[in-house]
Each structure stands twice: as structure tokens, then as C-alpha cells.
């Protein structure tokens, strides 16, 4: 069974950070392209990033250019978001997925609010 | 970036066919087609179709997709109540290098 299952959400102030990791099992994690999407409160879903499978090719939405970072460590089938500078327009649940969009985790919340 | 437009909301009758649609240009659904995900309210998207009318394992044939030129179409035939959700288009667009959305169509079985 496929399991994918974010953590390091929570409440930040704005300009501050937060790292967000997912924790993937039950398909070959090395062998996917994975990515970020995020779905702000009440709205529809954007991408946010994606990282090719050796983690050599990234991509991200023109909005975090410069303050996300995506990574990966194929030794622990996990996924990580760096968030720097976060604005309140970064609040939203964020999922983490593998594939073109074929596997999807139950999401977290990130709220950025002084 | 610029998004993938779609209708905000279809209603249609129990047992009917929905067809929502999904306007791009020819950098993103004019080229590599889109992805079709449905959401229901408090879970994550699944996804329904990709590349012209895949279907992942475990999706009812209900459920199918086409593209002409830049507009992708997902059609729905024989309306469930459990169809009543939102549903989103994707693409991957090779002049930002990015995946953009549509807005989403909530799906209202009537």
C-alpha cells in the first residue's frame, strides 16, 4: 500500500521558516519524479515544485522562486520543502506526491500569521 | 504564471454525462494534453486520467478524456452522487517549465 505522510507544518510568523518533509513507502520512491502542491484555504490547487528522480532537475512556481527549496533522499524515500521567507500567502495544506500526480499524501497545513 | 482555464461550476441530472472542459494554449495542453484530478471536500486529489485518456488502475470507465487542439475534455457518463466533486485539469507548460492548474469545476449532481 502506498503511504506518503507529511510533517512540519504548523503556525510561523511572516518572514519566518519552516521545513517540510514527507515520508514515502510502498512504491520505489528513486524511481519517481515527486513534487509540492499546495491548495490555499477555500481555493483551488497550484504547484508549487517538483524534483527529478537523482534530485538533478528542479523546477518551482515564479511565487517562491528564491525562498522554496525542494530536496530528496532516495536512501530514505523522503521529500523535504524548504520554506524561507514565508508570507501569509503561503498559507495553504501543502501535499507532497510522486508521479505524474498518481500519488498524493493526506496533506498538512502551513499557516503564516503573526 | 498563467493558469488553464475552467468553468467554475456544471450541474447535471443523476444517470446524465457531465463534460467539463479545460482551455490552454500551445505550450501546455496543446502539447503534452493534461492530467484530470478529482477532489472531494477534505481529501487530497486523485487522479482520474493522463496523457489522452490513461486511466490509473481502479478507475471506473466512466470516467474519460480527450484533447482537441488547446482544450482538454473530461467526460462523465452515468452521473453518481458520488461523482459530486471538484475537479481539476493540469499541465506541464514547456515555455515556464512548470505544471500550471485549472481553477477547478465544482461538479453538482442534481
Known amino acids: 500500500e502506498v503511504q506518503m505522510v507529511e510533517s512540519g507544518g504548523g503556525l510561523v510568523q511572516p518572514g519566518g521558516s519552516l521545513r517540510l518533509s514527507c515520508a514515502a513507502s510502498g512504491f520505489a520512491f528513486s524511481n519517481y519524479w515527486m513534487y509540492w502542491v499546495r491548495q490555499a484555504p477555500g481555493k483551488g490547487l497550484e504547484w508549487v515544485a517538483n524534483i527529478k528522480q537523482d534530485g538533478s532537475e528542479k523546477h518551482y512556481v515564479d511565487s517562491v522562486k528564491g525562498r522554496f527549496t525542494i530536496s530528496r533522499d532516495n536512501a530514505y524515500n523522503s521529500l523535504y520543502l524548504q520554506m524561507n521567507s514565508l508570507r501569509a500567502e503561503d498559507t495553504a495544506i501543502y501535499y507532497c506526491g510522486g508521479g505524474l500526480y498518481e500519488y498524493w499524501g493526506q496533506g498538512i497545513l502551513v499557516t503564516v500569521s503573526s | 504564471q498563467a493558469g488553464l482555464t475552467q468553468p467554475p461550476s456544471v450541474s447535471k441530472g443523476l444517470r446524465q454525462t457531465a463534460t467539463l472542459t479545460c482551455t490552454g494554449n500551445?505550450?501546455?495542453?496543446?502539447?503534452?494534453?493534461a492530467v484530470w484530478l478529482q477532489q472531494h471536500q477534505g481529501h487530497p486529489p486523485k487522479l482520474l486520467s493522463y496523457?489522452?485518456?490513461n486511466r490509473p488502475s481502479g478507475i471506473s470507465a466512466r470516467f474519460s478524456a480527450s484533447r482537441t487542439g488547446d482544450t482538454a475534455s473530461l467526460t462523465i457518463t452515468g452521473l453518481q452522487p458520488e461523482d459530486e466533486a471538484d475537479y481539476y485539469c493540469s499541465a506541464w507548460d514547456n515555455s515556464l517549465s512548470a505544471w500550471v492548474f485549472g481553477g477547478g469545476t465544482e461538479l453538482t449532481v442534481l
Open positions: 500551445s505550450n501546455n495542453v496543446g502539447n503534452q494534453g
Open positions: 496523457r489522452n485518456n
